[in-house]
């Protein structure tokens, strides 16, 4: 086990509704980021935080949207969900500094209709 | 832009014979290279990476060897196990910035 959760594990939503998902990180974890899988594909990087700050994004729209608590959780946002948004939802955390070691969670597996 | 490129998708071995995936990176800024063991309903496992200003590294049975001039890097697997069996996904980043994936290697360890 890495220390990353994720909650919920399992979810399914309506296309056009609004979705937030959540991210404890590892204690002692100041970065965490977020990852989309779609269906036999590799993660894709969505965004990141440091310090409660976004100083990353993916190639993805402004509908998917993030927050970083002081503790360091996270959250990840979607809204106005399209079919396509159907994945697994990664979420990653890092210690401080330098090259280090990314800790995925057990992702949250979100499904369109 | 930023791609990595992973072969080969599928790759099924003896159990006890050795396997090797191959990946090649496209940006040469990159210098962290994780591989990452993927199971069914599970979340991507760190299994073994290697820095930039390392050529090899080895861990038990699994070892990494990086090409910086060629932009290849590869994981080796000896004496394959039944519990080897998984996805696994070579990767690039630099420093602590976003982790680029490849798109994984079923790997089946055939009885």
């Known amino acids: 086990e890495t220390g990353v959760t994720q909650s919920p594990t399992h979810l399914i939503k309506t296309r056009g509704q609004q979705v937030t998902l959540r991210c404890s990180s590892q204690?002692?974890?100041?970065?965490v980021s977020w990852y989309q899988q779609a269906l036999g594909q590799g993660p894709q990087f969505i965004f990141q935080?440091?310090?409660?700050?976004?100083?990353g994004r993916g190639n993805f729209p402004p509908r998917f949207s993030g927050l970083q608590f002081p503790n360091y959780s996270s959250e990840l946002n979607v809204n106005a969900l399209e079919l396509d948004d159907s994945a697994l939802y990664l979420c990653?955390?890092?210690?401080?500094?330098?090259?280090?070691?990314?800790?995925f969670g057990q992702g949250t597996r979100l499904t369109v209709v | 832009g930023e791609n990595v490129e992973q072969h080969p998708s599928t790759l099924s071995v003896q159990e006890g014979d050795s396997a090797v995936i191959k990946c090649t990176y496209s940006?040469?800024?990159?210098?962290?290279f994780p591989w990452y063991k993927q199971e069914l309903g599970k979340g991507p496992q760190l299994i073994i990476d290697?820095?930039?200003?390392?050529g090899e590294k080895k861990d038990q049975r699994i070892a990494v060897t990086l090409n910086k001039t060629a932009k290849h890097f590869s994981l080796h697997i000896t004496e394959t196990q039944p519990e080897d069996s998984a996805v696994y996904f070579c990767?690039?980043?630099?420093?602590?910035?976003?982790?680029?994936f490849g798109k994984g290697t079923r790997l089946h360890i055939l009885p």
């Open positions: 990653a955390s890092r210690p401080p500094t330098g090259v280090t070691e990314a800790f």
């Open positions: 990767a690039a980043s630099k420093g602590d910035d976003k982790i680029i």
């Open positions: 290697i820095r930039s200003n390392v």
């Open positions: 940006d040469s800024a990159s210098n962290y």
């Open positions: 204690s002692g974890h100041n970065t």
């Open positions: 935080y440091y310090r409660e700050e976004e100083n």
